[in-house]
C-alpha cells in the first residue's frame, strides 16, 4: 500500500505543507504512522480523507464542522448529500454561463453587421437576442402542424392523379385554408419589428404584414412611429393581452 509523505499528499491536494500539519493538530488528519526518523506517513485511505475535508473546506465550512462531520457515524452519507448539492450549484451555474456566452456573441455578431455603433444598435440587438429562442420554439410548432397538412396534400393528389377521385382535394383545400389564416393569426400575434430608422418597436396590422415582403427575420413594413418604410426587424412581441 501507498504511503505518502507530507509534503506529498499535500501536493496531490492542492494545499501548502502547512495546511496539511494544521489538519494534524486539529486531529482531522492524523497520519497513520510515522517513519523511524519521525516523519509524518499518510496512507490511501488518508488520501482519501484529506481530499474530502478540502471539498467541505471549499464549501466554506470551518474546521469545527468538517470535524463534526466526519466523526458521524456515517460521514459518507452527508458528504454524498453535499456532492449533489455541489454538482447541482455548479451545473446551473454552468448553464447560466454558457447563455451568457451566446448573449455575448450573438451581440458580438450583430455589432459586426452594423456599420455604426450605437446605443440604439446594441438595445436592438438586445430585444432580438431576448426572444430569438422563443421565436424559434413558435416557427417549428407551426412547421410540425403543417405536416399533417402536407400528407393530407400528398394524399389528395394521389387520388386525383391515379383513381380520378377528386374530393380529396377539395377537403384539402378546406383544410390547408383554415391552417393558413389560424396560423398567419398565430404567428403575427406573437410577434413585433422594430424600426431600423428610429428603434420603436411595433405592431403592424395584420393584412400589411401578411403581404409584405420578407427574409426569415424581417419583413417591408411602415413604422408606426416615424413613418419609414423598409425591411423591419422581427422580434418576439409576447402573448397579446
Not at 2 to 11: D, F, L, W
Not at 90 to 106: A, C, G, N, P, V
Not at 188 to 208: G, N, Q
Request: glycine share 8%.
Amino acid at each position: 500500500m501507498s504511503k505518502y509523505t507530507t509534503g506529498e499528499i499535500a501536493k496531490l491536494c492542492g494545499v501548502t505543507v502547512r495546511t496539511v500539519q494544521y489538519y494534524d493538530t486539529r486531529g482531522i488528519l492524523i497520519p497513520g504512522e510515522l517513519s523511524e526518523g519521525g516523519r509524518r506517513l499518510y496512507s490511501e485511505e488518508d488520501l482519501k480523507r484529506m481530499k474530502v475535508i478540502c471539498f467541505l473546506r471549499e464549501l466554506g465550512l470551518s474546521i469545527d464542522a468538517v470535524s463534526q462531520i466526519l466523526n458521524e457515524e456515517h460521514p459518507e452519507k452527508v458528504v454524498s448529500l453535499l456532492i449533489e448539492q455541489q454538482e447541482k450549484v455548479l451545473s446551473d451555474e454552468i448553464f447560466d454561463k454558457r447563455e451568457k456566452l451566446e448573449k455575448l456573441r450573438e451581440l458580438k455578431n450583430g455589432l459586426k453587421s452594423k456599420e455604426t455603433f450605437s446605443l440604439e444598435s446594441i438595445g436592438d440587438i438586445a430585444v432580438f437576442m431576448e426572444g430569438k429562442k422563443k421565436l424559434r420554439k413558435m416557427r417549428w410548432t407551426m412547421v410540425l402542424t403543417g405536416i399533417p397538412v402536407s400528407a393530407l396534400q400528398c394524399f389528395a393528389i394521389f387520388f386525383w392523379a391515379v383513381k380520378g377521385i377528386w374530393w380529396p382535394f377539395i377537403i384539402w383545400a378546406a383544410v390547408a385554408v383554415s391552417w393558413g389564416i389560424l396560423v398567419s393569426r398565430y404567428y403575427f400575434k406573437h410577434v413585433k419589428y422594430i424600426c431600423p430608422e428610429c428603434h420603436e418597436v411595433f405592431k403592424p396590422a395584420l393584412k400589411e404584414a401578411f403581404w409584405a415582403n420578407h427574409t426569415p427575420t424581417t419583413r417591408k413594413l411602415t413604422c408606426t412611429g416615424c413613418g419609414h418604410k423598409g425591411f423591419c426587424v422581427e422580434v418576439w412581441g409576447g402573448e397579446e393581452k
